[in-house]
Each structure stands twice: as C-alpha cells, then as structure tokens.
C-alpha cells in the first residue's frame, strides 16, 4: 500500500507525479480562490470515490448541503456514494450562519475554533471506514479559515498532530490554504510539514494560469506548468521536462 498512487483526474498532473500522488501522504493544495484549486481537490475526491475509497471531509468555508451539490455536478453518482458509506462529513460551518438542517453523513461541529471537537469527529468518521476499507482520504478545506479563526501556533499543533495520526491511520490527508493572505513565515512553516505541495497561480503579466509541483519524491517536473481551468474543467497544457529530476 505504501507504493500505491492514486490518480487525480488531472491527466497532465498524474504525468507530472508518475502516476498520482502516492498514497498515505499529506499534501498542500496552495493558491488563489478562482484558478481551479478548489475544483482540483473536487477532481481528486471524486476521482477515489470512483474507485472505491472513502473520503472524509473536514468542511471550514460552506456547509455540507454546498459541498453536496458541487460534488454532484462533477458526478451524478456522488449520492450513491454516500449511501455506499464513502462519503463522511465534518462540517464546522454550517451551525455558525444558522443551518439547522442535518443529514446521516454529517457530523456538525459549532464553530472552527474548537479543534478538540473537530479532532474528536475526525476519528469517529475515520472509525467509520477503517475496518471496511484499507485506505481512506482526508480533504481538510481549508487552513486559511483555521488561520483566521485562531493564532498560528495553535493550527500548526493541531495540524502536526492531524498528519501524524492520519498517517497512522493509513490516510492520505489534503490540506488548503490560501495564497497572497498569510505571512511568508506561516506559509512556509505549513509548507515544511507535508510531504508534497502542488501550487497555482495565475500570472497577471500574461494573464495565464499555472501549477508546480514540489516535494513528492521523484517527480518528472518541479516547474511551473501552464494549465487553463474553464466551464468546470482543469486540464494541464504546458509542456514540462520528461526526464525525472531527483
């Protein structure tokens, strides 16, 4: 299993990884809103859905019912999903704007500053999959909402001990984190703690988009790559050095 990669929908990308992003990591997904960062980890998620690995969604910035629809659009089977037991909800939003609307698959925490519950949910829907499923995805979205909740020595604790224990676990664990937002000092403190970082950005000199990918091992490119992200789709379109770069 510690060989295993799973595949991230993103063709380009796995080619770039040699075969997706190997699996029991802890990764950062960094950039800006609206370049196709989100809808990347809505890719990957569904893309281990697909085949047969559940995910466990630790939801900072919408409600459970949003994340629902979205991940719908991509493929209309996701329900099925969740009533195959795939799909686990940790929602940390939802009760702080007044939803009180609730679902099975959900577990509601009150705010996203209490870490201890969020903690404590997390091991109960990881308890959920681990004697059925050998391996399970973690999607934490995002640290930037962490950040702005709470100091940053806090969120750095809860997140070394998050990756340690989902590591233990047999997880493979996805952060988020805004760009252009946070000092250079926190970005790169969250940064020396994964295993893998894959980065966008838009460059406004050009008005192109684009991605690297660094950490991970061997990989074939550590550039920046462009890729253009429109109508739902993400597709890498930059071409990138073939020979592998240790």
């Known amino acids: 299993m510690g060989d295993r990669k799973l595949i991230t929908g993103i063709e380009g990308l796995d080619s770039i990884l040699i075969g997706g992003i190997r699996a029991r990591t802890v990764s950062l997904i960094y950039g800006p809103p609206f370049v196709g960062k989100e809808h990347f980890v809505r890719i990957f998620t569904n893309e281990c859905l697909r085949h047969g690995i559940p ?55 009150p705010n996203a500053i209490d870490l201890a519950a969020i903690n404590l949910a997390l091991n109960r829907a990881q308890r959920t999959v681990m004697g059925k499923h050998t391996h399970h995805l973690i999607i934490l979205d995002s640290l ?36 252009g937002i946070h000092s250079d000092s926190d970005v790169q403190l969250f940064r020396g703690i994964m295993d893998g970082v ?46 592998r770069i240790r």
Not at 57 to 70: A, G, Y
Not at 160 to 174: E, I, L, N, S
Not at 217 to 241: C, H, M, P, Q
Request: aromatic letters at 12%; hydrophobic letters at 35%; a neutral charge.
């Open 55 to 109: 995910v466990i969604f630790l939801i900072m910035d919408v409600p459970s019912t949003q994340l629902r629809e979205e991940m719908t659009a991509i493929d209309k089977n996701y329900e099925t999903y969740e009533k195959n037991g795939l799909v686990r909800y940790v929602d940390a939003y939802s009760m702080s704007i007044g939803v009180t609307e609730k679902d099975k698959y959900t577990e509601y925490i």
């Open 144 to 179: 930037t909402t962490l950040l702005a909740n709470t100091n940053s020595p806090t969120v750095f604790r809860f997140t070394q001990v998050m990756k340690g224990r989902c590591k233990m676990a047999g997880a493979t664990t996805v952060f988020t984190m805004g760009s």
């Open 198 to 243: 894959i980065e966008f950005k838009e460059d406004q000199r050009d008005a192109k988009t684009y991605l690297r990918v660094q950490g991970f091992g061997d990989i074939r490119s550590r550039n920046w790559v462009e890729y253009t992200y429109e109508k739902g789709r993400l597709e890498v379109t930059g071409a990138f050095e073939i020979g």
